[in-house]
């Protein structure tokens, strides 16, 4: 077994043709990615090392194949067996926990968004293959950053391996029976569309659940387009306001205009219920379109289909995040080397451009070089995706990351204040004051 990975090793040890044909993905062009010429950090691996892994399971199939044929070509290249698991996205959080808490399991968990501010005391630092990657691969994207760095320093305790937009997807033949081209910006607009698709019998639907992606996004969406925020800039807890109470008043009205049941989906709720045209509107990662546009007896509504931005509303950009995939290195691990000599593999060009291809958009990356992968210049419907990284909006805007923004997501404090009100348990005033209170909990511990 090799007990250590030289430079040569990490970035010159691609996915062969071979290894990921054997994946059912397509073939991959040639690269466009460029790269800086510059040294790695020394990772001496520890002797008889091995690891295992936790992540979020796949959206799209492509996504665990690669990934499991570039875990086995590091396996390949330094003798260190690497068992990834894939688990369930509203499980990750809890196994996440006992983890941490318990002091045993995974060595690396790539878990969600702020994940490993939650949880930073139990944590190796990540900066030297950080910036070594950011100096690559032309830096970091701007919400690669924010997560991935402790707040107020320069300190990476995370990795991002990217990010899932989940922009609006609706039906074009179905809007156009009502007179709309594309959803509109403001908000009088999209309660207009959403009342005229229910008329038709063909409403919208948006996750008012404990859902990971679609719960928070949809909760957060609200917030953003209303000027509401968690926080001011210095950390001060700012929910209940007067632009929380309005989001959550025009809720009121746009509720009654979705699908029955939105309190309860999770995150695949959506995909199904358009996947059945019961809805023509809903906000999606590229998953849903890939997955019609796979199947013949779907194909003609992925046709049909369209993405755009999250409407702005009252917000001065579009107010959207994506929900981020995020690499962390417990402390408990005793191959600490070789935990951060894989992640570090596995976003070397050889690995990560593969696996991002292959991830046909659903995934779009952290680092600004890859912007020039294969992936970004085929199917017109995928672009919209490609910047996701960049957006502007993060869990706990517009403060700093902490383990207390980090818990409230956990715990889908957002989510439940909106649900609330959506289904008559509390007035908009009465939820946003118990959103705050629950807040407090966290920033007291």
Request: aromatic content about 10%; overall charge neutral.
């Amino acid at each position: 077994m090799r007990n250590d990975i030289t430079r040569r090793d990490a970035i010159g040890l691609g996915l062969s043709v071979a290894a990921f044909a054997a994946t059912g993905a397509a073939a991959q062009a040639p690269s466009n990615i460029r790269v800086a010429d510059v040294a790695a950090p020394s990772l001496p691996i520890e002797k008889g090392a091995s690891l295992r892994m936790l992540r979020p399971v796949r959206f799209v199939q492509p996504d665990e194949d690669v990934f499991r044929a570039n875990a086995k070509r590091f396996t390949d290249t330094t003798g260190v067996e690497v068992k990834v698991d894939f688990v369930g996205w509203e499980d990750i959080n809890q196994q996440t926990a006992v983890t941490a808490n318990s002091g045993a399991g995974p060595d690396i968990i790539i878990g969600f968004q702020d994940a490993p501010h939650i949880y930073v005391d139990k944590l190796i630092e990540l900066s030297d293959v950080a910036e070594y990657l950011g100096k690559r691969y032309g830096g970091w994207l701007f919400l690669a950053d924010k997560y991935g760095k402790r707040a107020k320093s320069n300190n990476w305790i995370g990795l991002p391996f990217g990010a899932s937009g989940g922009p609006l997807v609706y039906r074009k033949s179905v809007l156009k029976q009502i007179g709309y081209d594309r959803v509109p910006d403001d908000h009088a607009g999209v309660l207009d569309v959403c009342r005229k698709l229910q008329k038709v019998g063909k409403p919208a639907g948006f996750a008012l659940g404990n859902a990971v992606g679609d719960g928070n996004g949809f909760a957060q969406w609200l917030l953003w387009s209303h000027n509401a925020a968690l926080l001011d800039a210095d950390g001060n807890l700012i929910i209940n306001s007067k632009e929380t109470v309005a989001a959550l008043k025009y809720l009121k009205e746009l509720y009654p205009t979705f699908i029955a049941g939105t309190p309860s989906w999770n995150d695949v709720s959506n995909n199904r219920a358009y996947s059945s045209e019961e809805i023509a509107l809903t906000s999606n990662g590229i998953s849903l379109y890939f997955a019609l546009k796979k199947d013949p007896a779907t194909a003609a509504i992925a046709e049909d289909s369209e993405h755009q931005f999250s409407p702005k509303g009252l917000a001065a950009t579009y107010p959207m995040g994506g929900l981020t995939l995020n690499a962390m290195v417990f402390n408990h691990s005793p191959y600490p080397n070789a935990a951060k000599a894989f992640l570090q593999f596995m976003l070397e060009k050889e690995q990560y451009e593969p696996w991002l291809n292959a991830n046909s958009g659903y995934w779009a990356q952290p680092l600004a070089a890859y912007a020039d992968a294969a992936v970004w210049s085929g199917d017109p419907k995928v672009a919209i995706f490609k910047d996701t990284m960049k957006n502007e909006y993060w869990d706990g805007y517009k403060g700093p990351i902490s383990t207390a923004t980090g818990a409230i997501r956990a715990d889908y404090v957002l989510v439940q204040m909106c649900a609330s009100v959506a289904t008559d348990a509390a007035t908009p005033e009465q939820a946003a004051a118990e959103a705050e209170r629950r807040a407090k909990r966290y920033f007291r511990r």
